[in-house]
């Protein structure tokens, strides 16, 4: 059983940036998939990133690596998506999701956390 829980989504002005978190409990692994998820208002949800646990990059503190970009904090179990350059387009629900024994079904999913873009 795993457990996510997404926070950080709010309201930003459009050309800002925000950090989301997905903290993890229980069995993640190594090879545990990762990914974040967006929906938006009448569209499909959609992916945005996802990788193995153990090949998101630990550098959270990078910035300008393209406008979105996963991280993680091993001691903390958590996940993070850094976004920048926002644009209105951006407004969605955005969902971070494991898919425990990467065969490639997300079997858990967070709550989701709203973003929203002001122009």
């Known amino acids: 059983q795993v457990q996510l829980v997404e926070s950080g989504g709010g309201l930003v002005q459009a050309g800002g940036s925000l950090r989301l978190s997905c903290a993890a409990s229980g069995r993640i692994y190594t090879y545990t998939r990762m990914g974040w998820f967006r929906q938006a208002p009448g569209k499909e949800r959609e992916v945005i990133t996802a990788?193995?646990?153990?090949?998101?990059?630990?550098d959270y503190s990078n910035p300008m690596k393209g406008r979105f970009t996963m991280s993680r904090d091993t001691a903390k179990n958590t996940v993070y998506l850094r976004m920048s350059s926002l644009k209105p387009e951006d407004t969605a629900i955005y969902y971070c999701?494991?898919?425990?024994?990467?065969?490639?079904?997300?079997?858990?999913w967070g709550q989701g956390t709203q973003v929203t873009v002001s122009s």
């Open positions: 999701a494991a898919d425990v024994d990467s065969d490639y079904s997300w079997d858990y």
């Open positions: 990788r193995a646990w153990s090949e998101i990059s630990t």
